[in-house]
């Protein structure tokens, strides 16, 4: 059987609770941590140098996908801009029950503003849902990459990995 990252160049929710990356649904309903969608083996590690807990083991070969010791993250994020590929986002469900907040990384211009609706898109690109941009960080050391928290529904938690600006060209660049 092929995975979906084969099939369609994404990987499914059910390939991703497979690797070492993801927490538990217990430890994201208690506050914020890293989900690192990183599944394929490749020489990197920059996230691993990026976190101040040493939440996160790359280790020898410098091939293995992540680990996330859930025990240690924080879920501040600074791993999220780190990461070249992309593939780590922060996921809180410890809110009101309705809502949860994913932190992403995002590299369009212009960058969204608080209170911003934006569409929110999944590993495909598909639009499932919208959001509210709560917070846009930047930061020298992020080499222009922004890291944005999105308030979406409950259930776009785990699925919510992209942002489209309204009013734009589809590619988050425009408003």
Request: hydrophobic share 35%; net charge neutral.
């Amino acid at each position: 059987m092929s995975s979906c990252l084969a099939r369609n160049g994404y990987v499914s929710l059910d390939e991703l609770k497979a690797t070492p990356g993801v927490p538990s649904l217990d430890r994201m309903q208690r506050g914020p941590v890293a989900v690192l969608e990183c599944v394929q083996e490749i020489p990197c590690n920059p996230c691993e140098a990026a976190c101040p807990r040493h939440a996160i083991h790359v280790g020898t070969p410098i091939t293995n996908r992540p680990a996330l010791d859930e025990k240690k993250c924080t879920g501040c994020a600074l791993c999220v801009t780190q990461c070249p590929g992309l593939a780590i986002f922060v996921v809180d469900l410890s809110g009101s029950g309705k809502t949860a907040r994913v932190t992403l990384p995002y590299e369009y211009l212009p960058l969204p503003k608080v209170g911003d609706a934006v569409d929110v898109v999944d590993r495909s690109g598909e639009v499932v849902g919208t959001g509210s941009v709560l917070q846009v960080v930047t930061a020298r050391a992020s080499d222009r990459t922004a890291a944005v928290t999105v308030e979406v529904a409950r259930e776009q938690g785990m699925n919510a990995r992209g942002i489209r600006m309204r009013g734009g060209d589809g590619n988050g660049a425009g408003r």
